[in-house]
């Protein structure tokens, strides 16, 4: 969770998203509406709302979501680094 300059906490919720939308976010030709819908999903927010905020704000989130991205995939506590079978 981050905590913006006004206040308001912020969750990700990557099961907002598909790995369609997730793949736009990372194309350099997406456009900035599309870009600010798809960030608006993880983050509850609409394209509107997002824009509306400062743009220390708007930083703090694509700053936030990133690492939690990274947080949410994180494989170091798989069943395999754990020495466990990954059979099922």
């Known amino acids: 969770m981050l905590k913006l300059t006004n206040g308001a906490e912020i969750d990700f919720d990557w099961s907002a998203i598909s790995t369609k939308e997730w793949r736009l976010l990372l194309d350099k030709e997406t456009d900035l509406e599309t870009n600010d819908t798809i960030v608006g999903k993880v983050v509850g927010m609409t394209a509107d709302e997002l824009t509306d905020l400062s743009p220390v704000d708007y930083r703090i989130i694509a700053n ?19 020495g466990e079978s990954t059979e099922d």
């Open 64 to 82: 936030g979501l990133f690492e939690s991205f990274k947080a949410a995939i994180d494989v170091s506590t798989s069943k395999n680094s754990a």
